[in-house]
């Protein structure tokens, strides 16, 4: 199997991106860290509460607590719960491409201006067009 045409998922502030790695790597840069789909430390505190263990026992008391682990990516089992589809191009990409992304599309244009290696835009599947982002699309 082509490892290009396998698809990767990346995490950002506020939603997650899906293309195929062939695909990122043209886009973010192929030495970009960002595809090396580190973890994210997350970190929560869990106020006092009271939990029933069984239906119709009485509640037992929880402390406070942290709840500490890191987060790798993730994806849903269904299309419909895998995000939201748009048409993509960057410099060098030839054309569009489809992506899905979660989150709002807002997020993923902020995302996509920190971090592209190259000029982007994309239109969501409603036809609202975002960008271009870091700097001119050759062919516009």
């Keep these: 199997m082509d490892v290009d045409a396998q ?3 990346l995490n950002y502030d506020g939603g997650s991106l899906a293309m195929p790695l062939g695909n990122m790597r043209s886009l973010f840069g192929d030495g970009n ?3 090396l789909q580190d973890g994210v430390d997350y970190s929560k505190e869990i106020p006092t509460h009271n939990r ?3 239906i119709g026992q009485p509640s037992v ?3 406070a607590h942290t709840r500490s682990y890191t987060q790798w990516p993730t994806s849903q089992a269904s299309n419909a719960g895998a995000g939201r589809t748009c048409k993509m191009r960057w410099d060098g990409s030839d054309g569009w491409w489809t992506a899905r992304y ?4 807002a997020d993923l244009g902020s995302f996509l201006q920190a971090s592209a290696a190259n000029p982007v835009e994309f239109v969501t599947s409603r036809g ?3 960008g271009p982002y870091r700097g001119v699309i050759d062919g516009n």
């Design 128 to 130: 609202t067009k975002y």
């Design 7 to 9: 698809e990767l998922k």
């Design 102 to 105: 979660t989150g709002a599309a």
């Design 61 to 63: 008391p929880v402390k």
């Design 52 to 54: 029933v263990r069984v």
């Design 33 to 35: 860290n960002l595809l």
